[in-house]
């Protein structure tokens, strides 16, 4: 967009069946070379907002009722999934998803292939993912429905590394996870983000790491976005601070 926004979200009012209103006004910016975290409690509404952005809503009977989705300067409400993907955005869906009887790295391979990459791409794709996920490396002729939660959630991302996004959209990276993995994975997107310059909408539901990470963070409640701002400016809201991260 003119303003350097790579992705904006006006007012946007989501349903499911048509009748229960998930989202009921969200607004939400995320410039190039962000980090920007979705929180808030459960239920509040970010995996809508998150399925919202990919187009992905129409599969759970949920859709938009009003706002406008824009990315890279363009509206984007309509534009089917694997489109979005070609054009960069690409999304980690909750609960790591990965094709469970094929293996890592046909996992990986799968990635890659929307975005009609030769034979050497793909390889060097492939490299660079390992080098970012080591542990990957030894697992890749394994079964994706074999390997450690852990493993499976660094397998999603990489999946998504190998449409080269210019956006990555994550939903609760985080979840399930023992510290020590999601510290891995938060270093390898911090990485990307520094070195690359890659763009990060992350859903998480620990405020702790949101504001650890992000440059931003927007609180969703109710399925509003209520607040929005870095660590700073969260921390200083004694609301937030009670409710999200203890008594001081
Ligand atoms: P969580 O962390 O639990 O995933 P969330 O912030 O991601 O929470 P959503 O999953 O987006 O919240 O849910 C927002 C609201 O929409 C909730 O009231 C939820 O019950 C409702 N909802 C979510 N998915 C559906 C669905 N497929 N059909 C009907 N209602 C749904």
Redesign the pocket.
Known sequence: DRDGSLLRVEALEAV??GA?Q?LSGVDLVVREGEIVALV??????????LRAISNLLPA???QIRAGRIAYAGRDVSRTRTDALVRAGLVGVL?GRHCFRALTVEENLIAGGLGRGSGRADLRADLEWVYALFPRLTEKRRLPAGLISGGEQQMTAIGRALMGRPRLLVL??PSMGLAPKVTAEIYRVLVDLNRERGLTLLI?E?SVTLALRHAHRSVV?EN?LSVLEGGAETLRARDDIQRFYLGPR
């Open positions: 499911y069946g229960v998930a808030g409690a459960n239920g509040a509404g970010k995996t809508t907002l759970t009977r949920g909750e939903d609760e859903a539901q969703l399925g």
